[in-house]
């Protein structure tokens, strides 16, 4: 069967057009690049420097053989208004440079030192002689690079001087010599700090080459990278499958976290959070004490810690003493942080009245402030003021109904006069460690205080940490341990109760009302709509008088007892005791505001009335524990809860 195409005559035409245009494309971008200008005014500075300021206004690349050109020599020039060919030779030649422009690249080569280049043939295998398949071979400072075949064979261009970096996953990058000539053979040795990394798994630790379930592992040397006082926000996005999220950006906010996302529709499908063996809260320990964290992630966890355990297992290990000279370490921090939510809000009175109002005329044929022709008239005037013009105050006195009245036509920013952007932070670490071969101990201490989300009174949180640890050989065949971890928490915060004053601090606090009269009284009940801004919430938090106060103690015990009893048998005798106590008050004031100058009146609702709420928590947990080839496991738990006083 014979196939016969037939191209027509305006195919062909066509063709030709887009060829021409391509070629016209290219030479265009080719002829701007040579006539760009170039102006340059340095004085003693690196040849590296030089070529990256042609790069940047010539927007092309400079390429060069690092052995051939000595991009580190120092030279000054003075340039003005020359074009890209002029300026490379008034460059390049005193130094017997010579250069060829290819596209949007320039090519720098040395024609004095210039070698030829040489075939260059070889292998890269393992320490079993098994060929690495992928394995990268470069060229070093040049782009000239090649990557091994099936058998691990690579073949590459090189100057005889030059030097060879291979490299591959999990390998050791190596530098070798070229041998030209020679057929090279190149071993490239394991990473055995990836293989031998000590995991903490159950009932006690594992080689990372040796895993088959499911784990996640991270340790301090990651952690104390991340600038944070909290080990959950160190944790986000650390380990695979460790979802860690925080319901709001309250100091001291709950870490929550699950593994593998939520398995249960019932329950929180949280993981069980062991701390040296004993379950603990994650948001209660100081990131720089922790050595590891392992997260059990598959049924193993289940299989080993049994109904505790269905949703996975966070294996905490914290740091302990080492045996040396005394050590005394401090490390201080002062952050800021700021909002991850888009705060670009309205704050044009003018266009959120008619907003509001044409939904709710949309919705139920009524409008939801009570502004008039007249009103509307005011606020269009001041449309377009970010600040307040004497001239068109934003509060002003009108008689409606008979009586002097507040009015408003603001265009107020009430995000930025509730919520605070910057937040500082301090945290301080002080850490002391030592001991010889037969006892060491450490001893570290911590201390943040952070700013909340509030400007006016803003709330705050005070943390402390303490840890000390003793390990000491008593004999050959017994050793002891000790642990105190204490923490202690106090989060003061303005307003309703625990400091949840957001939900109602985004209701009706809109931009054309003020939080305050220029008398200095505070605005609630008003002309203009039926519900008070932030429903008062913003004079709670302005008095400072209305506030909560939460004060959180918690203490960790552990005593250890190890009997050697011969050569892989050990004997471990375990005692932990652990006590926490939370005492939280409350404190409610009358609150007082004017809708009519030279006049008070008593706020009416549950949250502005007067009353003093305490509330007092106690937990204690005792266990004992024995470990050795037979288990036996006691455990003893009680929970008191004292009083609710309310005046």
Not at 88 to 96: A, E, G, N, R, T
Not at 123 to 148: C, D, Q, R
Not at 448 to 473: E, F
Not at 619 to 645: D, M
């Given at each position: 069967?014979?196939?016969?195409?037939?191209?027509?005559?305006?195919?062909?035409?066509?063709?030709?057009?887009?060829?021409?245009?391509?070629?016209?494309?290219?030479?265009?971008?080719?002829?701007?690049?040579?006539?760009?200008?170039?102006?340059?005014?340095?004085?003693?500075?690196?040849?590296?420097?030089?070529?990256?300021?042609?790069?940047?206004?010539?927007?092309?690349?400079?390429?060069?053989?690092?052995?051939?050109?000595?991009?580190?020599?120092?030279?000054?020039?003075?340039?003005?208004?020359?074009?890209?060919?002029?300026?490379?030779?008034?460059?390049?030649?005193?130094?017997?440079?010579?250069?060829?422009?290819?596209?949007?690249?320039?090519?720098?080569?040395?024609?004095?030192?210039?070698?030829?280049?040489?075939?260059?043939?070889?292998?890269?295998?393992?320490?079993?002689?098994?060929?690495?398949?992928?394995?990268?071979?470069?060229?070093?400072?040049?782009?000239?690079?090649?990557?091994?075949?099936?058998?691990?064979?690579?073949?590459?261009?090189?100057?005889?001087?030059?030097?060879?970096?291979?490299?591959?996953?999990?390998?050791?990058?190596?530098?070798?010599?070229?041998?030209?000539?020679?057929?090279?053979?190149?071993?490239?040795?394991?990473?055995?700090?990836?293989?031998?990394?000590?995991?903490?798994?159950?009932?006690?630790?594992?080689?990372?080459?040796?895993?088959?379930?499911?784990?996640?592992?991270?340790?301090?040397?990651?952690?104390?990278?991340?600038?944070?006082?909290?080990?959950?926000?160190?944790?986000?996005?650390?380990?695979?499958?460790?979802?860690?999220?925080?319901?709001?950006?309250?100091?001291?906010?709950?870490?929550?976290?699950?593994?593998?996302?939520?398995?249960?529709?019932?329950?929180?499908?949280?993981?069980?959070?062991?701390?040296?063996?004993?379950?603990g809260n994650i948001d209660k320990i100081n990131p720089r004490?922790?050595?590891?964290?392992?997260?059990?992630?598959?049924?193993?966890?289940?299989?080993?810690?049994?109904?505790?355990?269905?949703?996975?297992?966070?294996?905490?290990?914290?740091?302990?003493?080492?045996?040396?000279?005394?050590?005394?370490?401090?490390?201080?921090?002062?952050?800021?942080?700021?909002?991850?939510?888009?705060?670009?809000?309205?704050?044009?009175?003018?266009?959120?009245?008619?907003?509001?109002?044409?939904?709710?005329?949309?919705?139920?044929?009524?409008?939801?402030?009570?502004?008039?022709?007249?009103?509307?008239?005011?606020?269009?005037?001041?449309?377009?003021?970010?600040?307040?013009?004497?001239?068109?105050?934003?509060?002003?006195?009108?008689?409606?109904?008979?009586?002097?009245?507040?009015?408003?036509?603001?265009?107020?920013?009430?995000?930025?006069?509730?919520?605070?952007?910057?937040?500082?932070?301090?945290?301080?670490?002080?850490?002391?460690?030592?001991?010889?071969?037969?006892?060491?101990?450490?001893?570290?201490?911590?201390?943040?205080?952070?700013?909340?989300?509030?400007?006016?009174?803003?709330?705050?949180?005070?943390?402390?940490?303490?840890?000390?640890?003793?390990?000491?050989?008593?004999?050959?065949?017994?050793?002891?341990?000790?642990?105190?971890?204490?923490?202690?928490?106090?989060?003061?915060?303005?307003?309703?109760?625990?400091?949840?004053?957001?939900?109602?601090?985004?209701?009706?606090?809109?931009?054309?009302?003020?939080?305050?009269?220029?008398?200095?009284?505070?605005?609630?009940?008003?002309?203009?709509?039926?519900?008070?801004?932030?429903?008062?919430?913003?004079?709670?938090?302005?008095?400072?008088?209305?506030k909560s106060i939460e004060e959180n103690r918690y203490m960790?015990?552990?005593?250890?007892?190890?009997?050697?009893?011969?050569?892989?048998?050990t004997f471990t005798a375990n005692y932990n005791f652990k006590?926490?106590?939370?005492?939280?008050?409350?404190?409610?004031?009358?609150?007082?505001?004017?809708?009519?100058?030279?006049?008070?009146?008593?706020?009416?609702?549950?949250?502005?009335?007067?009353?003093?709420?305490?509330?007092?928590?106690?937990?204690?947990?005792?266990?004992?524990?024995?470990?050795?080839?037979?288990?036996?496991?006691?455990?003893?738990?009680?929970?008191?809860?004292?009083?609710?006083?309310?005046?």
């Amino acid at each position: 069967m014979n196939l016969k195409i037939k191209t027509s005559e305006s195919s062909k035409k066509n063709s030709l057009k887009i060829a021409f245009l391509l070629y016209f494309l290219i030479s265009v971008q080719f002829v701007f690049a040579q006539n760009q200008t170039i102006d340059l005014n340095m004085t003693d500075k690196p040849l590296s420097e030089i070529f990256k300021s042609i790069e940047k206004q010539a927007d092309i690349s400079v390429d060069f053989d690092e052995t051939q050109i000595n991009i580190h020599q120092k030279i000054s020039v003075n340039i003005k208004n020359k074009k890209l060919t002029d300026a490379l030779s008034m460059i390049l030649s005193p130094l017997k440079y010579k250069y060829a422009i290819q596209g949007k690249h320039v090519i720098i080569t040395n024609e004095k030192n210039r070698q030829k280049s040489e075939s260059i043939v070889g292998f890269v295998k393992n320490p079993n002689g098994e060929p690495l398949i992928g394995a990268s071979v470069l060229v070093k400072g040049t782009n000239n690079a090649v990557s091994t075949d099936i058998d691990g064979r690579f073949h590459i261009k090189a100057t005889p001087k030059s030097r060879l970096v291979v490299s591959y996953v999990g390998h050791n990058t190596q530098e070798i010599a070229v041998t030209p000539g020679i057929t090279m053979n190149i071993e490239l040795s394991e990473k055995t700090n990836i293989m031998d990394e000590v995991v903490v798994v159950g009932y006690g630790t594992q080689k990372k080459a040796n895993l088959i379930g499911a784990v996640g592992y991270t340790d301090h040397k990651q952690l104390e990278k991340r600038p944070v006082n909290n080990l959950g926000q160190a944790l986000q996005g650390a380990i695979p499958n460790l979802n860690i999220s925080f319901g709001s950006g309250k100091p001291g906010e709950k870490t929550r976290m699950n593994v593998r996302g939520f398995a249960s529709i019932n329950q929180e499908s949280k993981p069980l959070i062991l701390i040296d063996g004993m379950e603990g809260n994650i948001d209660k320990i100081n990131p720089r004490d922790v050595e590891s964290i392992s997260v059990l992630k598959d049924a193993s966890s289940a299989a080993i810690y049994g109904a505790r355990a269905p949703f996975g297992v966070v294996l905490i290990t914290t740091k302990k003493g080492e045996s040396g000279k005394t050590q005394v370490n401090y490390n201080g921090r002062f952050s800021f942080s700021k909002p991850t939510t888009r705060t670009d809000f309205l704050t044009t009175g003018y266009d959120a009245a008619m907003l509001v109002d044409e939904f709710m005329r949309s919705y139920n044929g009524v409008t939801y402030t009570r502004f008039t022709s007249d009103d509307y008239k005011e606020l269009e005037a001041r449309r377009f003021d970010k600040t307040e013009n004497p001239e068109r105050p934003w509060t002003v006195v009108q008689n409606r109904g008979g009586v002097e009245s507040y009015m408003y036509y603001a265009n107020f920013d009430w995000y930025n006069y509730l919520f605070d952007q910057s937040r500082p932070t301090w945290d301080h670490n002080l850490s002391i460690s030592g001991g010889n071969q037969k006892i060491n101990y450490l001893l570290s201490g911590n201390y943040g205080t952070q700013d909340g989300i509030y400007r006016q009174n803003t709330d705050k949180l005070r943390t402390a940490n303490l840890m000390a640890k003793v390990s000491a050989d008593a004999y050959k065949w017994l050793t002891v341990k000790f642990m105190a971890r204490l923490y202690d928490s106090k989060y003061t915060a303005p307003g309703v109760g625990h400091g949840y004053n957001i939900p109602s601090l985004t209701f009706h606090a809109m931009p054309y009302l003020m939080p305050y009269n220029p008398d200095g009284t505070w605005v609630y009940q008003n002309p203009i709509q039926a519900s008070g801004p932030s429903d008062g919430i913003h004079i709670l938090i302005g008095d400072g008088t209305t506030k909560s106060i939460e004060e959180n103690r918690y203490m960790t015990y552990s005593w250890s007892t190890i009997f050697k009893i011969m050569k892989g048998l050990t004997f471990t005798a375990n005692y932990n005791f652990k006590h926490s106590t939370t005492d939280y008050m409350e404190r409610s004031t009358q609150a007082k505001y004017s809708q009519y100058p030279g006049v008070e009146e008593v706020a009416q609702a549950s949250w502005f009335s007067n009353k003093l709420i305490q509330e007092y928590e106690k937990k204690f947990l005792s266990q004992c524990r024995c470990l050795s080839k037979l288990r036996q496991h006691v455990q003893l738990a009680s929970r008191i809860r004292c009083g609710r006083i309310q005046l």
